[in-house]
């Protein structure tokens, strides 16, 4: 069992940055790939960010590619999702999850309760 708790979600003005966090307990947050996705109002979660379990590979959709930057810190397990140049587009509530490295939701195990990230233009 993993659980995931979000955290660094808000408010915050177009062209500005948000670092969201992820944080999970036990001790298997290793052998996990994580990913970040996101769900605005009336539309279906969708993918954003995923990196394998070392962190050595990492993909991004290609609404956020050169914007968002995912990493993570298996000492700590902790994800995080560090966002620039924020639009009013990318407000949704984020999830972060564990489970097998994919874009698709249906591959992942585990979810965080979400946090809202609003951005205002």
């Known amino acids: 069992q993993v659980q995931l708790v979000e955290s660094g979600g808000g408010l915050v003005q177009a062209g500005g940055s948000l670092r969201l966090s992820c944080a999970a307990s036990g001790r298997t947050f290793s052998t996990y790939g994580m990913g970040w996705f996101r769900q605005a109002p009336g539309k279906e979660r969708e993918f954003v960010a995923a990196t394998s379990r070392s962190g050595a590979i990492t993909y991004y959709a290609d609404s956020v590619k050169g914007r968002f930057t995912i990493s993570r810190d298996n000492a700590k397990n902790t994800v995080y999702l560090q966002m620039n140049s924020l639009k009013p587009e990318d407000t949704a509530v984020y999830y972060c999850?564990?489970?097998?490295?994919?874009?698709?939701?249906?591959?992942?195990?585990?979810w965080g309760q979400g946090t809202q990230v609003t951005v205002s233009s």
């Open positions: 999850a564990a489970g097998v490295l994919t874009t698709t939701p249906g591959t992942y195990d585990y």
